[in-house]
T-cell receptor
Framework: SQKIEQNSEALNIQEGKTATLTCNYT??????LQWYRQDPGRGPVFLLLIRENEKEKRKERLKVTFDTTLKQSLFHITASQPADSATYLCALNSGGYQKVTFGTGTKLQVIP | EAQVTQNPRYLITVTGKKLTVTCSQNMNHEYMSWYRQDPGLGLRQIYY???????DKGDVPEGYKVSRKEKRNFPLILESPSPNQTSLYFC?????????????FGPGTRLTVT
């Protein structure tokens, strides 16, 4: 069956460290994978997209990698700050380019 | 301000009473989509629309209807709501950027069906 798994429901790290979140998928062949941030009671906010032919993408303190052989994406936040505390969702296209499936998310807590 | 709006934000209703949740975007986006979010299950796509009069099913379309008569609006209709449709609903829109979609989400509608 098709599945998207994000490494853990919750991740606690110390301020200033690098947070690494994992998204693994099974029985999908996505053309792209996206990462979103969601704060409590709010809609998700788009952060980064990476295509199947790209290995890595960066945006300020964020970095995403995409390994289609391992069927895995890693999302890194360097020099993490308490303001980075949120739930992070990965999403991939699951049917053509328009149908999107989300993982259940990882709740990141950055401790001062 | 560029945004996706949803109404109502909160709704409590009874089983079987038809309801409509409206979604509107002011960014001239072609693509719009509806999701529901439930604890432990994450965001699941209900329906999406590529453009006016073009809609298609997502992963959990049962019990829902949509229409896209105008580019800016994409209402979600529950003809006969049931308690298992109690959820947090999000509408999203996206510009077409090549073949992929960066989605802008609305603030959410919390629906309770008793």
């Amino acid at each position: 069956s098709q599945k998207i798994e994000q490494n853990s429901e919750a991740l606690n790290i110390q301020e200033g460290k690098t947070a690494t979140l994992t998204c693994n998928y099974t029985n999908y062949s996505p053309a792209y994978l996206q990462w979103y941030r969601q704060d409590p009671g709010r809609g998700p906010v788009f952060l980064l997209l990476i295509r199947e032919n790209e290995k890595e993408k960066r945006k300020e303190r964020l970095k995403v990698t995409f390994d289609t052989t391992l069927k895995q994406s890693l999302f890194h936040i360097t020099a993490s700050q308490p303001a980075d505390s949120a739930t992070y969702l990965c999403a991939l296209n699951s049917g053509g380019y328009q149908k999107v499936t989300f993982g259940t998310g990882t709740k990141l807590q950055v401790i001062p | 301000e560029a945004q996706v709006t949803q109404n109502p934000r909160y709704l409590i209703t009874v089983t079987g009473k038809k309801l409509t949740v409206t979604c509107s975007q002011n960014m001239n986006h072609e693509y719009m989509s509806w999701y529901r979010q439930d604890p432990g299950l994450g965001l699941r796509q209900i329906y999406y629309s590529m453009n006016v009069e073009v809609t298609d099913k997502g992963d959990v379309p049962e019990g829902y209807k949509v229409s896209r008569k105008e580019k800016r609006n994409f209402p979600l209709i529950l003809e006969s709501p049931s308690p298992n449709q109690t959820s947090l609903y999000f509408c999203a829109s996206s510009p077409r950027k090549g073949d992929w979609y960066e989605q802008y989400f609305g603030p959410g509608t919390r629906l309770t069906v008793t």
